[in-house]
């Protein structure tokens, strides 16, 4: 290990072949990745060497791809055996346990290793000291090497190169002595929240937190009690339980700055899918208070109590609130065990008579930022950390049911069948094909259940949802027209009836073009090219949207960016990214308000 940290003065300045000399061991036994990413210099960060060293390996041909996928020892393989792995790769198994197997895992490993190594034709690659840097568990170790082997060999391709260069990042980031401190605390912070999940998901690991459940509640203590911790000069939990923290601005009397994202989550969901947004901004205001810095305006952070509508049919009712769109209406939705909202409420101590109260005025806020996970496969796939959102697609979803017969699965012929679940299928059918025909609509059916079914009965209902999306309202609208034409031309085919209840109807929002030149002007003082990209997912942002000027900055997600997945990642690395992008931002806007 360099005894002296390398600067990157020292690798912009030194001749080329000695600066190349101090990136030996960033990519196992290939020294040609750090030649060709040289020619790239001078550098203004460790992210943007690191971008030149992924795009070096990206440019070149297939063959040197393969031979430096080829060139990694295998996870406790004969080389670790015999002790011959780089410095490195030895360093990195150790701290695995990996140098510690029972015969039975040893066995096991080398088994998949060389079925993995059939498979695609070079050895199973992952970055063993994973997402925090700190290492992954050998269990994880082991079930991703599982759930890999089963990939495609063209995605596993890039996987595998996506874990060579999480590893490169990894040794840069010992090599320069720059721990992303700041990046490691956010998502220390995400991981201790994450403690924190609904019953029947808790008891086999999953994340769940459903609005105003026990554990949504402590979440909602959990991220007070960090705001105070990170120096928020006030914390409070609103009436539908958002939980804001405001950092003072040195001027009390000028507009603040608006940020956050939401803390609930989807059933068996990721542990940053809206936490990112909340902590991101958090580590901001520790650092200013830190250093008893305050901005000309005040930082306002809200923790949104609800966006993902999983225990409600009540779509990004914490932002809702802030915007004027709280549906009194949902007070009296019951949920699946018929306890309504307002008995949620009451049981969590909250009072909705207090809800219009937290309705903001425009006027006092600058606009409204939103940091939050890709959620998509666009950023992973390019090895960029960060992205710069255009605009939010336009949604519109649906809860129905199908009315058909039920009856004997064996005595009913195929021809005098009402059978509710195949209208649905068959209008999924035809979803997948209308929206894939737009290119870049798309249309879920995520709940689809026959109540009451039996193996021999030919289903009388069936109940589904619709979520359908796109990049303009307009085209949003042709999709929903399409697909509730086709309905109906199926049930009237079919002599089934159909019930559809609309839960929500989001418009597309663009970002505000000047907020939107802030994220980039960030992402560039980063070193980082700005990747310009839509949102598929909806955010909180599209509710602000309504009454603020706003914008989005997305962070990679790891596992080619999955989300409403417990296989959502991303890196302290391009957290702390986040937070330095943040950091510029806050000091863009302090600049223009001086
Ligand atoms: O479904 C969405 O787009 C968001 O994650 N609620
Ligand atoms: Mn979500
Ligand atoms: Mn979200």
Same mark, same amino acid.
């Given at each position: 290990m360099h005894t002296m940290a390398l600067t990157l003065e020292s690798l912009n300045t030194l001749p080329l072949d000695a600066a190349a000399r101090l990136l030996d061991g960033v990519y196992e036994h290939s020294p040609w990745v750090a030649d060709a990413a040289l020619a790239q210099r001078p550098f203004v960060s460790l992210a943007q060497l690191q971008f030149a060293l992924a795009q070096a390996v990206t440019h070149a041909p297939l063959e040197a791809r393969l031979a430096l996928l080829r060139a990694h020892p295998e996870l406790a393989g004969k080389a670790m055996e015999a002790g011959a792995l780089t410095r490195?790769? $030895?360093?990195?198994?150790? $701290?695995?346990?990996?140098t510690a197997c029972t015969p039975q895992e040893l066995a096991h490993i080398q088994a998949l290793n060389t079925a993995y190594r059939e498979k695609f034709g070079f050895p199973f690659i992952v970055a063993v000291r994973g997402p925090r840097g700190t290492g992954l568990f050998k269990p994880q170790i082991i079930a991703t090497l599982e759930r890999r082997l089963g990939g495609h060999p063209d995605f596993e391709l890039q996987e595998a190169l996506r874990n060579v260069h999480r590893i490169a990042e990894i040794r840069l980031t010992d090599k320069f002595a720059l721990p992303p401190l700041r990046g490691q605390q956010v998502w220390d912070l995400q991981e201790s929240l994450a403690a924190f999940s609904d019953p029947g998901f808790a008891e086999r690991g999953e994340l769940t937190v459903t609005y105003l459940t026990d554990a949504h509640r402590a979440c909602a203590a959990r991220i007070a009690q960090d705001m105070r911790d990170a120096?928020? *000069?006030?914390?409070? $939990? *609103?009436? %539908? @339980?958002? %939980? %804001? @923290?405001?950092y003072a601005g040195t001027r009390a009397d000028a507009p603040a700055l608006l940020t956050g994202s939401h803390y609930d989550t989807v059933r068996n969901g990721g542990k940053y899918d809206g936490r990112l947004g909340i902590y991101v901004p958090l580590a901001c205001v520790q650092a200013l208070a830190g250093a008893q810095q305050r901005l000309p305006f005040a930082l306002e952070i809200v923790a949104f109590a609800e966006e993902e509508g999983q225990r409600y049919r009540a779509t990004f009712l914490g932002s809702g609130a802030l915007t004027g769109d709280f549906d009194?209406?949902?007070?009296e939705q019951p949920d699946a065990d018929g306890v309504t909202m307002r008995d949620a409420m009451r049981h969590a101590g909250l009072d909705p008579a207090q809800i219009p109260s937290i309705k903001r005025d425009p006027a006092r806020y600058l606009g409204f930022v939103e940091v939050h996970i890709e959620q998509g496969p666009e950023l992973n796939a390019r090895n960029l950390p960060l992205g710069i959102v255009t605009s939010i697609n336009a949604s519109v979803r649906y809860t129905g049911e199908v009315v058909g017969m039920a009856s004997h699965a064996g005595t009913t012929s195929m021809t005098q069948r009402r059978d509710a679940a195949a209208a649905v299928a068959e209008l999924m059918v035809f979803l997948e094909q209308r929206a894939g025909a737009d290119g870049d609509s798309v249309g879920t059916v995520g709940l689809l259940h026959v109540p009451g079914g039996s193996i021999n009965v030919v289903p009388g209902r069936c109940s589904f949802s619709l979520d359908l999306r796109a990049p303009t309202d307009a085209q949003r609208d042709a999709l929903e027209r399409d697909v509730l034409d086709q309905l109906q031309a199926i049930c009237a085919r079919r002599g089934v009836t159909h019930s559809l209840t609309q839960t929500v109807r989001a418009s597309a929002a663009p970002s505000d073009p000047v907020w939107q030149t802030r994220w980039e002007a960030a992402v560039q003082a980063l070193g980082l090219p700005v990747h310009r990209m839509p949102s598929g997912a909806g955010h909180d942002a599209m509710k602000l949207h309504t009454i603020l000027p706003q914008a989005m900055l997305f962070v990679r997600g790891e596992n080619a960016g999955i989300s409403h997945n417990p296989l959502e990642s991303t890196t302290c690395n391009d957290m702390q990214l986040a937070v330095e992008a943040f950091d510029h931002l806050l000091a863009q806007l302090g600049r223009a308000s001086t």
């Open positions: 490195e790769s $030895t360093h990195e198994q150790k $701290t695995a346990g990996l120096g928020c *000069d006030s914390v409070h $939990t *609103d009436a %539908v @339980g958002n %939980v %804001v @923290g405001r009194p209406a949902w007070l």
